[in-house]
C-alpha cells in the first residue's frame, strides 16, 4: 500500500512542528532544572539555616533572574521545621507563539 505524497508531506510538517516546539521550550525546562538544583543546595548548605528568610529569598529571586526566569519574592515560600528550611516556589512563564501564548507553569523546591 503506496502513502499518497500529500500525506507524506503533512505528516512530515506536523512532526516539524512538534520537534520545533518543543525546541523552543526546551530553555525554560533546562533553567528550572538549573534553579531546582540551586535551591536544594542552597536549602541543604549548613549556613542556611543561620540565614534570614528574607536573605534566602533575595539569593533565590537573584539566581532565577540570572538564568532569565520571571520569579518574584512573593512567589518563594519558606518554611522552617527543626531550624532547617524549606523552599518551595511557583511561578508562570509566558511563551508567545506567532499562532498563540502558552503559559508554563514551573515549580522547584527544596524537598
Same mark, same amino acid.
Given at each position: 500500500?503506496?502513502?499518497? %505524497?500529500?500525506?507524506? /508531506?503533512?505528516? /512530515?510538517?506536523? %512532526?516539524?512542528?512538534?520537534? %520545533? ?19 536544594? $543546595? ?8 543561620? $540565614? ?6 533575595? $539569593? ?6 540570572? %538564568? ?27 511563551? $508567545? ?15
Amino acid at each position: 500500500m503506496k502513502l499518497p %505524497l500529500w500525506r507524506l /508531506i503533512t505528516g /512530515i510538517a506536523v %512532526l516539524g512542528g512538534f520537534v %520545533l516546539v518543543m525546541i523552543t521550550l526546551a530553555p525554560v525546562y533546562i533553567d528550572n532544572y538549573r534553579l531546582r538544583s540551586y535551591v536544594r $543546595e542552597l536549602a541543604a548548605a549548613p549556613q542556611a539555616s543561620a $540565614e534570614s528568610d528574607d536573605a534566602l529569598r533575595s $539569593e533565590v529571586v537573584a539566581r532565577a533572574h540570572q %538564568l532569565d526566569l520571571p520569579v518574584a519574592p512573593g512567589d518563594v515560600r519558606i518554611t522552617r521545621q527543626s531550624g532547617k528550611p524549606h523552599l518551595d516556589m511557583s511561578y508562570k512563564v509566558k511563551m $508567545e507563539f506567532t499562532v498563540y501564548q502558552v503559559d508554563l507553569h514551573m515549580s522547584a523546591g527544596s524537598r
